[in-house]
């Protein structure tokens, strides 16, 4: 499978699980909304639910928007920048966000999930293993860290590319 089909499958799928944690976020504060004013038997698990639901859409959407390039950027010095000066700093900013995907959301979410499913901490309402929730940490890092290497490989291949390369990648 070359890269671009599994950018494709892995876009795909993220999509898919955004579209489908939002849609079980939605019903499940409907639910609480309900229980909670015309039932007058407010749910006890709800709360948690949208709680972890709105974490792991958060993390998810963050790689999602990473990976379309479509984040919250200071485009200041970039937008001033032309052809190889402005490659080598996308491919150092894309090595930014790369290492700090790693560092932060990898290796220290990692440690959070071994060590909240090692001491077997539970959610309070669910009695899930922390550690399950906690795992969304790591999995956006990966998620992060595909799309900035995919990122910087296209700015170091501009950054080579003879002559100057104008903003949208093509030779000029």
């Known amino acids: 499978m070359s890269v671009g089909a599994l950018r494709r499958v892995i876009d795909r799928a993220l999509e898919w699980l955004l579209v489908g944690f939002m849609t079980l976020m939605v019903a499940n504060v409907l639910w609480q909304v309900a229980t909670r ?37 200071i485009d200041l010095l ?16 894309e090595c930014c966000i790369f290492v700090f995907a ?17 001491l077997g901490q539970t959610s309070a309402a669910l009695q899930m293993p922390l550690g399950l929730v906690y795992l969304v940490l790591p999995l956006s890092g990966l998620l ?17 590319a003879p002559g100057d390369v104008i903003d949208d990648g093509r030779a000029a």
Do not use: C
Not at 144 to 158: D, I, K, S, V, W
């Open 37 to 73: 004013f015309l039932l007058r038997n407010p749910s006890s698990f709800t709360e948690e639910i949208a709680r972890y639901l709105l974490v792991w859409v958060g993390l998810l959407g963050g790689a999602y928007a990473v990976g379309k390039k479509i984040h919250l950027a």
């Open 78 to 93: 970039p937008s001033k920048l032309k052809g190889r000066q402005k490659a080598l700093l996308e491919l150092f900013i």
């Open 102 to 118: 790693a560092l932060v959301l990898v290796g220290g979410g990692s440690g959070l999930v071994w060590l909240t499913l090692d």
């Open 144 to 160: 992060t860290m595909f799309y900035a290497a995919l990122h910087g490989a296209e700015a170091l291949n501009r950054f080579r």
